[in-house]
């Protein structure tokens, strides 16, 4: 199957032993501002973790779990070729941030913006995502790693009561999802062979304020 996203690239998510087989502001406006100037190379940290997009199977059920409706603004936290924030405007019609911190993914996304022809809803940030003020946003969706969505917590649980949290294949530790649901990916859907050996991903769910999760005894 022919990918929608023209610019989405090949990549090895290293993932440190995490059982992956590879993995390489909105500010409620009414219309996506201008893209900041980036920061000069030298001074640019380098991605927490490398790109690996989310198969668009795994991306509907993510907003499908996120119960996304008229009025949401979603933020993808590392967003990638922006497929997320993009099927957000074209599905769902809201608004929508993409933030990452890796220029060439910050260009890839903007570029999809255009070619989906939805820049009038989504705006795509080039930004490390431990920086921003995430109260804007009643979605949030993540693909990072188990730790970085920890050190997100903060973060997240300034969110407006009723936001949702989805993340794919990484929990939230000391977080207890309301909703943990697998989505089967058949070999070549989404267009990358790289999910051939890796068919099976997991969303998780949780609404701020979310319920601790004790540790196992
Ligand atoms: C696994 S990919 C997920 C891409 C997209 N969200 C998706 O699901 O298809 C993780 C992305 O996070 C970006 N990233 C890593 N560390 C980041 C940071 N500190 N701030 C912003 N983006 C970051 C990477 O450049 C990469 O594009």
């Given at each position: 199957m022919k990918t929608p996203f023209p610019h989405a690239g090949r990549w090895i998510l290293g993932?440190?032993?995490?059982?992956?087989?590879?993995l390489s502001s909105l500010s409620g406006a009414e219309s996506a501002p201008a893209a900041p100037v980036s920061p000069p190379a030298a001074k640019r940290k380098a991605p927490d973790v490398i790109y690996v997009p989310t198969p668009q199977a795994v991306v509907d059920k993510?907003?499908?779990?996120?119960?996304?409706?008229?009025?949401?603004?979603?933020?993808?936290?590392?967003?990638?070729?922006?497929?997320i924030v993009v099927t957000a405007?074209?599905?769902?019609?809201?608004?929508?941030?993409?933030?990452?911190?890796?220029?060439?993914?910050?260009?890839e996304?903007?570029?999809?913006?255009?070619?989906?022809?939805?820049?009038?809803?989504?705006?795509?940030?080039?930004?490390?995502?431990?920086?921003?003020?995430?109260?804007?946003?009643s979605v949030v969706t993540l693909y990072l790693l188990?730790?970085?969505?920890?050190?997100?917590?903060?973060?997240l649980a300034k969110l407006k009561p009723g936001s949702r949290i989805v993340s794919h294949n990484f929990d939230m530790r000391g977080a207890k999802p309301v909703?943990?649901?697998?989505?089967?990916?058949?070999?070549?859907?989404?267009?990358?062979?790289?999910?051939d050996e890796d068919a099976d991903h997991t969303v998780y769910k949780w609404i701020v304020p979310w319920e601790p999760e004790l540790p196992a005894r």
């Open positions: 993932a440190a032993g995490l059982g992956l087989a590879a993510m907003l499908e779990m996120a119960e996304v409706k008229a009025g949401d603004v979603v933020y993808d936290l590392g967003c990638g070729d922006g497929r405007a074209k599905k769902y019609g809201v608004k929508a941030v993409g933030y990452d911190i890796d220029p060439q993914r910050v260009k996304a903007r570029e999809n913006v255009k070619a989906a022809g939805v820049e009038h809803l989504v705006r795509i940030e080039e930004a490390d995502v431990f920086t921003l003020d995430l109260r804007e946003a188990p730790a970085l969505n920890v050190r997100l917590m903060p973060q909703e943990v649901k697998q989505v089967s990916v058949s070999p070549g859907e989404g267009g990358d062979a790289l999910y």
